[in-house]
Nanobody, 124 residues
Framework: VQLQASGGGLVQAGGSLRLSCVAS????????LAWFRQAPGKEREFVAA????????AYADSVKGRFTISRDNAKNTVYLQMSSLNPEDSSLYYC??????????????????WGQGTLVTVSS
């Protein structure tokens, strides 16, 4: 599966953004889709994940209550709605996919497909 992320931009602290990740190719499968982020000089960190077939959602503690991951099956798209953004959320955001949900969903090494990244900058 190929992934194309978009929706990043510059936003003031307290604002909102919605990221999109469109999947193409062999999308027939029960995938796990996730968002990760990586700031300069830091390791890639887990943000949120869902099971494409439904029934599984997970969030990093740092974004719980502020970010929402969702999907539109008809559009083969996963979204990350981000609210109450703060400068610490500034990062390059990546979407990722793997076949089947895993209990190790927080680990970037579990994912086999990655989008190109979309930059989010939050000004104070």
């Amino acid at each position: 599966v190929q992934l194309q992320a978009s929706g990043g931009g510059l936003v003031q602290a307290g604002g909102s953004l919605r990221l999109s990740c469109v999947a193409s190719g062999d999308t027939n499968g029960d995938y796990a889709l996730a968002w990760f982020r990586q700031a300069p000089g830091k390791e890639r960190e887990f943000v949120a994940a869902l099971r494409w077939g439904g029934g599984r959602y997970a969030y990093a503690d740092s974004v719980k209550g502020r970010f929402t991951i969702s999907r539109d099956n008809a559009k083969n798209t996963v979204y990350l709605q981000m609210s109450s953004l703060n400068p610490e959320d500034s990062s390059l955001y990546y979407c990722a996919a793997r076949i089947r949900w895993t209990t190790n969903y927080r680990s970037a090494t579990e994912y086999t497909s990655w989008g190109q990244g979309t930059l989010v900058t939050v000004s104070s």
